[in-house]
């Protein structure tokens, strides 16, 4: 096969993924502090709608996070970069850098569908609260936002695309063929 013609059979697929994604904005200043992890994110006020959609998502996911600009991203990755050190320190398990640049992505993640027993939470939903940093294990690799993010004054765009009857062994396909064309600017693509 004709390498130019699968290149654009993927680029093709990549973009009809990301325009199918569902668009959910915040802004990182309004993310609550944390006490104890006794903060329940879900129940923010400013992130309670966000949570009610992903919720229902009890199908394969993929997702990312955007920034309105280029520049954003870049400061977001350099402050970022200089926080690494003292996340490590506290226990707090990031995405790897990578040589990606120019892009307004921050990060591109999939998940599995379904949905925790204990406490009814879909996968996605929780998957996001992980990257937003409030989860207790801070093993669990994720941007871990409040963290290093807190009191910054930017829009990020989360967009999700949840996918029907996607067999698991596509969805890490799907992912590196979204990744090549967002070029996030941090995780291992």
């Given amino acids: ?111 599995r569908g379904g949905q925790r027993k204990k406490d009814k939470l879909s996968n996605i939903s929780g998957r996001i609260a992980i990257h937003l940093g409030y989860y207790h294990k801070g093993s669990t690799q994720g941007l871990q936002l409040i963290h290093w993010a807190k009191n910054i004054d930017c829009e990020i765009t989360l967009k999700v695309v949840e996918f029907e009857d996607l067999p698991n062994d596509y969805l890490n396909t799907i992912e590196k063929i979204i990744a090549y064309k967002l070029k996030p600017m941090c995780g291992k693509h």
């Avoid at 699968?6 to 959910?24: G, H, P, R, T």
């Avoid at 966000?50 to 997702?63: M, P, Q, R, S």
């Avoid at 402050?79 to 591109?108: A, D, H, K, M, Q």
């Fill in 1 to 111: 096969m004709n390498s130019s013609i699968l290149k654009y059979k993927f680029d093709k697929l990549a973009q009809e993924v990301i325009n199918e994604a569902e668009i959910f904005t915040f802004n990182l200043k309004d993310l609550p502090d944390i006490n104890n992890y006794d903060t329940n994110i879900r129940t923010n006020i400013n992130f309670t709608n966000i949570f009610i959609a992903l919720d229902k998502k009890l199908n394969n996911c993929i997702y990312w996070f955007e920034t309105k600009t280029n520049d954003h991203c870049n400061n977001l990755q350099i402050i970022l970069n200089e926080n690494r050190e003292s996340l490590g320190i506290n226990l707090r398990t990031i995405p790897v850098r990578n040589n990606n640049t120019n892009t307004n992505v921050l990060y591109v993640g999939i998940r």
